[in-house]
T-cell receptor
Framework: DARVTQTPRDKVTEMGQEVTMRCQPI?????VFWYRQTMMQGLELLAY????????DSGMPKDRFSAEMPDATLATLKIQPSEPRDSAVYFC??????????FGPGTRLTVL | AQSVTQLDSHVSVSEGTPVLLRCNYS??????LFWYVQHPNKGLQLLLK??????LVKGINGFEAEFKKSETSFHLTKPSAHMSDAAEYFC??????????????FGQGTTLQVKP
């Protein structure tokens, strides 16, 4: 049963610290999406990659967020420095066809 | 531009009674439509998808949805609710414009409450 995995599942950190979230897409999927979910804003698309190349990162605060795909099995989302307003659940999703996305379990980030 | 509207933010049913979650869409293209479910503190799970094949789509856990082009609707139904169906449900359309990016456009969600 192929699944998207994300680590860590929970992260508590202090304001100003660097946070790195990792995602392993389903093997063979060539498109990876990063989302953020909060009560106030709902689900927001932050960035996505196809064949490891960034296609759109317009949803990310550029000054503190960065997303990369070092290889086909790993996507990372980094926040530096973190702020309390970054507290949210961050989801990764992968897609093997152009339409259907499969979501990971999420990383719950709390910035104190 | 594509969009989805979930007509109810909250639906409450009794266990064993039918479920109806309503969704209308707007799309300039032949749409791909999805329903996702999110249980508390969990990720989003794909329930079912419509991609221009049969208009009645069957999904997991007894859910189904019917694509009605004339009504621009994609309502989710289940004949008999179970306590474990209590969750947040999202109606989603795939962004087919601008080169078919694969980006998803989410509705605001419907919270399904199931009473014993």
């Amino acid at each position: 049963d192929a699944r998207v995995t994300q680590t860590p599942r929970d992260k508590v950190t202090e304001m100003g610290q660097e946070v790195t979230m990792r995602c392993q897409p389903i093997l063979g999927h060539n498109t990876v999406f990063w989302y953020r979910q909060t009560m106030m804003q709902g689900l927001e698309l932050l960035a996505y990659f196809r064949n490891r190349a960034p296609l759109d990162d317009s949803g990310m605060p550029k000054d503190r967020f960065s997303a990369e795909m070092p290889d086909a099995t790993l996507a990372t989302l980094k926040i530096q420095p973190s702020e309390p307003r970054d507290s949210a659940v961050y989801f990764c999703a992968s897609s093997g066809d152009v339409n259907t996305q499969y979501f990971g379990p999420g990383t719950r980030l709390t910035v104190l | 531009a594509q969009s989805v509207t979930q007509l109810d933010s909250h639906v409450s049913v009794s266990e064993g009674t039918p479920v109806l979650l309503r969704c209308n869409y707007s799309s300039s293209y032949s749409p791909s439509l999805f329903w996702y479910v999110q249980h508390p503190n969990k990720g989003l799970q794909l329930l079912l998808k419509y991609t221009s094949a049969a208009t009645l789509v069957k999904g997991i856990n007894g859910f189904e949805a019917e694509f009605k082009k004339s009504e621009t609707s994609f309502h989710l139904t289940k004949p008999s609710a179970h306590m474990s169906d209590a969750a947040e449900y999202f109606c989603v359309v795939s962004d087919r414009g601008s080169g078919n990016t694969g980006k998803l456009i989410f509705g605001q969600g419907t919270t399904l409450q199931v009473k014993p």
